[in-house]
């Protein structure tokens, strides 16, 4: 566009917001098993995460936007796993990396959960034991094309035409919204557009 | 030089007739493994064979190297009772191996502490402790230290069912809507 006349183009905010969102994924890991060691040669040099704008790798939920859990999930991990859930900022998806984290592999015991998307959202299921870095880099590329898109499983999206359809219309949360539903645990998110609810996620361009 | 360990058959001999003499009519068994010998005893007869192996200069049982248990339980062949306590002991000097199993009754399972003969056995009572609901009398700290402090019963039993009791269902969902919220 260098030298054009027409180095401007129009988009709304959100998709823009929604691009940026996706090509800067910043991961959260969960590594409890040997999904883990694949996960982390996802992220070394070879197959290179950092192509998608990915390779943050942050120990901190805080910080982080995508949840990977790459491998299995006891009893008593299971609740440090929710409360990272939590603590991570919206708007975040999730991996369920490898067939433990996905539906409990061969450990079917009384200390292994059968799948971590029992009690969190998952956006994205990766089958192998453990699976090969291809099919990690398989799932960003699926979240990512989500995020583009305003989808995550843990908040639903309003779009246009999803205003008829009530229950797939939830927008990304403000924080405003996000903090005054903490008070109250009981309660769901107010769909946008009703009386109480506050302003939605699709912000005007 | 010569090998710190080296295998003696003289020192295996010497180790049976020592025990032997030392159990008398408290040794229920003796079994010789590939690489060590097995002393089978009564859970109150345990920890003075142990002290004897440790405090006898010519054994010197000085090392403490796992202990664990069995549940024997719809086991095929009878054994004395419900529960095995299997000590593993280490002789630097003799270069063997011994396992010390102390029968414990499945009613009451209780045995006394060995963590003040070898404070190594601190943290492998309390897993026996969390895992097959063995009590050691005058443990310092005998709580769970594998399954979380809220659990109910000890899954390595053989009666406790293998996929648990519910317990890995009993969780808070995070629904779409309610990041908070019910089950």
């Not at chain 1, 998709?15 to 999904?35: D, E, K, Y």
């Not at chain 1, 939590?86 to 799948?115: H, N, R």
């Not at chain 1, 192998?128 to 099919?135: D, F, Q, T």
């Not at chain 1, 960003?140 to 205003?163: H, N, P, R, W």
Request: hydrophobic share 40%.
């Amino acid at each position: 566009m260098n030298g054009s006349t027409n180095d401007w183009a129009t988009t709304t905010l959100e998709t823009a917001v929604n691009w940026a969102r996706a090509n800067s994924l910043w991961p959260m890991p969960f590594g409890t098993a040997c999904c883990g060691i694949e996960m982390m040669a996802a992220f070394m040099a070879k197959y290179d995460t950092a192509r998608f704008g990915s390779e943050v790798m942050k120990f901190s939920p805080r910080q982080s936007d995508l949840l990977i859990v790459s491998g299995r999930i006891s009893l008593k991990m299971m609740p440090v796993l929710q409360r990272i859930w939590e603590q991570m900022p919206e708007p975040k998806w999730c991996i369920s990396m490898g067939a433990c984290a996905s539906s409990g592999g061969v450990f079917d015991t009384y200390t292994l959960i059968q799948g971590v998307d029992q009690f969190i959202p998952v956006d994205a299921y990766m089958p192998g034991c453990p699976p090969r870095p291809e099919a990690f880099l398989d799932a960003l590329m699926l979240v990512q094309s989500k995020a583009k898109k305003g989808i995550a499983k843990s908040q639903e999206y309003v779009t246009a035409d999803a205003s008829s359809d009530p229950a797939r219309s939830v927008a990304f949360r403000t924080p405003d919204a996000h903090y005054r539903h903490n008070e109250d645990h009981s309660k769901p998110v107010a769909a946008p557009g009703s009386a109480t609810g506050s302003s939605n996620g699709k912000t005007a361009g | 030089m010569e090998a710190m360990i080296t295998y003696k058959p003289e020192n295996h001999l010497a180790l049976i007739a020592k025990v032997e003499a030392f159990a008398g009519e408290r040794l229920l068994g003796r079994e010789e493994k590939s690489h060590y010998h097995q002393f089978k005893v009564k859970g109150q007869d345990a920890k003075a064979l142990i002290r004897f192996l440790r405090d006898d200069p010519s054994l010197a049982f000085a090392q403490f190297i796992d202990l664990t248990a069995v549940d024997y339980l719809k086991y095929p062949v009878a054994q004395p009772e419900r529960f095995g306590v299997i000590t593993t002991l280490l002789s630097p000097v003799l270069g063997i191996r011994v396992q010390v199993k102390a029968f414990v009754s499945g009613e009451e399972p209780r045995i006394p502490t060995i963590t003040d003969l070898y404070s190594g056995a601190n943290w492998t009572e309390r897993e026996v402790w969390d895992l097959y609901g063995i009590e050691f009398l005058g443990h310092p700290d005998l709580k769970r230290i594998l399954m979380p402090d809220d659990y109910e019963g000890h899954p390595l039993r053989k009666d406790y069912p293998l996929k648990g009791r519910g317990e890995r269902g009993n969780f808070p969902v995070y629904h779409a809507t309610t990041q908070k919220g019910g089950t």
